[in-house]
């Protein structure tokens, strides 16, 4: 089920409306990061570790704990086998994670196996060409792929099946080509992509906007493409959406939590209306622009419901793309 992020907001002011009770609160608050120090988890359980904190809707400092392995899947197998009823605990989680689970790489457990508790912030893909491309929309790009896909090397980064490889099969696909054909190149990070850019090594970059939207301001490169609901803020305001040039779709990339499947009602909804009012304050928009995200606030339920809609586009997708 689609909801617009008006609507999402007015359910997080439902929850921001209830009061906090004080033995609610968790006795011992820890977020783990299923990665090593940081990366984008450790940013996701600080976001929450430091704001909270600042706020005073928690009055103990938060732990933050690591948990490497399999991009997230030891931890989500640690949270389900051992801590599946610790109210104390939530975990950092992403888009990626659900595209993990799609994928089957988070071991004999779906996205039932938790309870997801809410998003709090979110970057957005972006494609993107060297400032001298000679490409200057989405339809150029398209239409060029269309003609000769074999003379687009697409860089991400990520391995074959990544967020970023995703991003790319989108374009071969709006150009009617087969996904599986694109020639990918997988680099170590959005660095490693734009100094492919630069270089000539590569005519297409799939990355994310924060990223990629300093070197758009600075003319490095040119972003060609958004892929969010609306035109993002700052830097990038004057680039147009992928739906806005006929390519219908979204690609956000959200950053929050969940918890075990067994924690009770009352911790999950201390939770939620913890993150809900956390999300309403000018201090947690300081930290989450502070880490390059925009806002992109989901709660609860309408969150369960968005990863679940989220693992079944990607099954489709995986599908579509061969893998």
């Not at 929850?15 to 608050?29: C, G, I, R, Y």
């Not at 492919?196 to 970059?205: I, S």
């Not at 990355?207 to 803020?233: C, F, I, N, T, Y």
């Not at 830097?235 to 929050?256: F, K």
Request: overall charge neutral.
């Amino acid at each position: 089920m689609k909801r617009s992020i008006i609507g999402l907001l007015a359910i997080a002011g439902a929850f921001a409306a209830v009061t906090l009770p004080a033995q609610a609160e968790p006795a011992k608050p820890e977020c783990l990061a299923g990665a090593k120090p940081g990366g984008g988890f450790d940013l996701t359980c600080r976001l929450a570790a430091n704001s909270m904190l600042e706020t005073k809707i928690i009055s103990k400092p938060m732990a933050v704990t690591y948990m490497e392995g399999g991009v997230g899947a030891i931890a989500y197998n640690h949270v389900i086998g051992k801590r599946n009823t610790d109210g104390n605990l939530i975990t950092a989680a992403s888009s990626g994670s659900a595209l993990l689970i799609a994928q089957g790489k988070f071991g004999q457990y779906d996205e039932t196996a938790v309870r997801w508790l809410g998003a709090v912030g979110a970057d957005y893909g972006v494609l993107v060409v060297a400032a001298d491309s000679p490409y200057k929309t989405l339809a150029d790009l398209i239409a060029a792929y269309k003609e000769n896909p074999t003379q687009f090397a697409i860089a991400g980064g990520g391995a074959v099946g990544s967020q970023d490889w995703m991003k790319g099969a989108l374009l071969a696909k709006a150009a009617g080509q087969e996904a599986k054909q694109m020639r990918y190149v997988a680099l170590e990070g959005g660095g490693a992509v734009l100094t492919a850019l630069e270089g000539g090594h590569v005519k297409v970059g799939a990355g994310d906007a924060a990223e990629m939207a300093q070197h758009h301001a600075a003319g490095k490169v040119r972003v060609l493409a958004v892929m969010s609901p609306k035109r993002l803020p700052g830097s990038l305001q004057d680039v147009p959406t992928a739906r806005e040039q006929g390519m219908n779709i979204d690609w956000p990339v959200w950053r929050g939590y969940y918890v075990g499947k067994n924690v009770s009602d009352a911790d999950y909804k201390w939770w939620a209306a913890a993150l809900s009012k956390l999300a309403q304050t000018p201090e947690f928009a300081k930290e989450r622009e502070a880490r390059g995200l925009f806002e992109y606030t989901m709660i609860g339920e309408p969150f369960e419901e968005q990863v679940k809609a989220d693992v079944v586009r990607f099954k489709t997708m995986i599908k579509e793309a061969g893998l």
